[in-house]
């Protein structure tokens, strides 16, 4: 049996338990499946999403997305016999919900600048790692050099922020709020994926309701979307279009899947530095080289960048060697 928050969940059998997935990958080492996820999340979903947040209609391609994220999760949950609606899962839910309007906000800054918002994406996880140290203890596993490579980070975007405002650049106000949004809601989200692995809730039904609150929320942003006038740039999907919005589907839920495997073997003051120095810099090249953002770049914003990948680095090689 195993439970969460107080509520005793004992209708898995030994061998449900045995055969699952989930008890499977338990032998495995955490850095395993953290280098797993640096290659699928921040090369080939970052470079396609960029791809797709390029294309007009975002709040469709978001619906398809998570339509067919849901009916993924949906099915697998069905099939291992983990379709529950309880409390525990309407908390997912509510997750799943934060995670929608969060995955809004970063498609728009994305549009953007994939680099900067790259360079930018330490909120969520710097959030994520404090919840973790408030609420279930992670912070034994924080020391003072993690801490430096925060302090870094934090000034580098108060700096890309004060630059740009100082520019009077057109997109700065808008950019800069939507980073900050989604920092702050995948910075809940991300804690919840180290919250519910911790009280060993199966991944399947953590799929299953995180997907179902963000596929809900985007009918509601859909509607408003296409009620209010925001349809301007509506279009027609052909094959193609649905075949690029499928394969993002399947990774990213691919990725999730993964991070909560490495969240359930490991803390996230152990994984996220590692994640948050490759963040940082894998999607920031990849926006420099294949999208060419670097000519947007004055030698200022070099400067920031310069900042924000050493205090990322710093976070990496903050890991303590006992947890390696």
């Known amino acids: 049996m195993y439970y969460f928050k107080g509520i005793q969940r004992n209708d898995l059998s030994k061998e449900d338990r045995m055969s699952s997935i989930g008890h ?5 080492h955490w ?8 290659v699928v999340a921040f090369v080939g979903v970052r470079w396609l999403g960029k791809h797709l947040a390029n294309q007009p209609d975002q709040i469709k391609r978001l619906l398809t997305n998570f339509g067919f994220c849901a009916a993924i999760a949906t099915i697998l949950a069905a099939f291992t016999d983990h379709l529950r609606f309880d409390v525990v899962m309407f908390g997912v839910f509510g997750i799943g919900v934060l995670n929608g309007v969060a995955n809004i906000q970063v498609w728009r800054a994305t549009r953007t600048s994939l680099s900067k918002t790259s360079l930018l994406a330490f909120g969520d996880d710097i ?14 596993y924080l ?23 100082s520019k009077k650049k057109q997109e700065s106000s808008a950019f800069y709020t939507q980073v ?6 995948w910075g809940i989200a991300i804690f919840a994926e180290r919250f519910y692995a911790y009280h060993a809730l199966p991944v399947v039904e953590f799929l299953f309701g995180w997907y179902g609150g963000s596929f809900a929320v985007m009918l509601v942003a859909f509607a408003w979307d296409r009620r209010h006038g925001g349809g301007t740039e509506a279009v027609s999907f052909n094959f193609k279009d649905y075949a690029l919005v ?51 770049f004055d030698r200022w ?10 205090g990322t680095i710093l976070l990496g090689i903050s890991l303590p060697r006992s947890i390696v």
């Open 24 to 28: 499977v990958l338990l032998g495995f």
């Open 31 to 38: 850095l395993v499946p953290v280098g797993i996820f640096i």
């Open 127 to 140: 959030i994520a790692v404090l919840l973790s140290i408030a609420i279930i203890g992670d912070g034994q």
């Open 143 to 165: 020391n003072g050099l993690a801490v430096a490579g925060m302090t870094l980070c934090f000034a580098a975007g108060v700096l890309f922020w004060w630059h740009d405002a």
């Open 180 to 185: 900050l949004i989604y920092s702050v809601l």
């Open 246 to 296: 499928a394969v993002f589907a399947v990774s990213i839920m691919l990725c999730l899947a993964i991070a909560y495997w490495a969240f359930t073997l490991a803390p996230q003051t152990a994984v996220i530095p590692v994640l948050l120095a490759a963040e940082a810099t894998i999607p920031t090249i990849v926006g420099w080289t294949i999208f060419k953002e670097r000519k947007l």
């Open 301 to 310: 914003q070099w400067g920031f960048s310069a900042l924000a990948i050493v």
